[in-house]
Nanobody, 129 residues
């Protein structure tokens, strides 16, 4: 059974950097050809894919967030880490880690739950101005 668990601060001040950790059990993040993604859902809005790290260590980011996003990993702890810089209140959302990657439809990335086979429970992050 693969399980993912997000951890990190629930409140961040504007302009600060958010750091979230996803701890994975039941599977090695470096094994196979799996993609390990970060996804968020702002209040009242749909899912937004942030980026992923592949089992090879390759990363890929949403172009809208790329300039202030970094995803890394700690293989000794089987964790992957999201850093999102220059936070604003618009970054308030529930943040999820999940296994999988988004699809492209007519050239645009779409974020659908069915494209990810395992999810963390999600963690609320609020940004205070």
């Amino acid at each position: 059974q693969v399980q993912l668990q997000e951890s990190g601060p629930g409140l961040v001040m504007s302009s600060q950097t958010l750091s979230l950790t996803c701890t994975v059990s039941g599977a090695s993040i470096t094994a196979g050809s799996f993609f390990w993604s970060w996804i968020r859902q702002p209040p009242g809005k749909g899912l937004e894919w942030i980026g992923y790290i592949h089992g090879s260590g390759t990363t890929y980011y949403n172009t809208l967030l790329k300039s202030r996003t970094a995803i890394s990993w700690d293989t000794s702890k089987n964790q992957f880490i999201l850093q999102l810089m220059s936070m604003t209140p618009e970054d308030t959302a529930v943040y999820y880690c999940a296994r999988g990657r988004p699809k492209r439809v007519l050239g645009s990335i779409v974020t659908q739950r069915e494209d990810y086979d395992y999810w963390g429970q999600g963690t609320q992050v609020s940004v205070s101005s």
